[in-house]
């Protein structure tokens, strides 16, 4: 049983039990980013499926294109996938794989800078290294 001490401060009364009497049961984010981390690819997806829709709507909210967005949310699985084992800390794994979702986006929308997209649904591709103010 834990202790629960009252504090009294300004006249009101406050219930608080303090946090190294505390025992609380990690939640399963922070259990299957464990896992995931450890190179637990079916922890990875289960992740994955916990936070697609919030990834969906942030890269949604950078992009305005559903497609784009899907491609975007795709990439950011994959580097997420392949660089897992590089997180830090388990418990800020939402931070770290929206932060990779952001960079992709970024990434996406300068890619998507030098694409010129004509009338007739051709693409031509531009570069600094190939145009002097023109693209032919």
Same mark, same amino acid.
């Not at 300004?10 to 984010?29: A, D, F, N, Y």
């Not at 190179?39 to 950078?62: C, M, N, P, Q, R």
């Given at each position: ?30 259990? $299957?980013?464990?896992? =995931? ?21 942030? =890269? ?8 784009? =967005? ?47 997209? $004509? ?18």
């Amino acid at each position: 049983m834990f202790k629960i001490y009252e504090i009294k401060e300004r006249g009101m009364e406050k219930i608080v039990s303090l946090p190294w009497q505390t025992m609380k049961k990690q939640p399963l984010e922070i259990t $299957l980013a464990k896992k =995931a981390k450890n190179g637990d690819s079916h922890a990875f997806t289960e992740l994955y499926k916990i936070y697609k829709v919030y990834l969906y709507k942030f =890269a949604y909210s950078y992009i305005k294109d559903e497609n784009k =967005a899907l491609d975007i949310l795709q990439e950011c699985a994959y580097k997420g996938f392949l660089n897992v084992h590089k997180l830090k800390n388990p418990s800020i794994f939402k931070t770290w794989i929206t932060r990779i979702l952001i960079n992709v986006a970024i990434d996406y929308v300068k890619k998507d800078r030098n694409i010129i997209y $004509l009338e007739d649904d051709s693409i031509l591709v531009c570069s600094e290294s190939n145009i002097s103010g023109y693209c032919f």
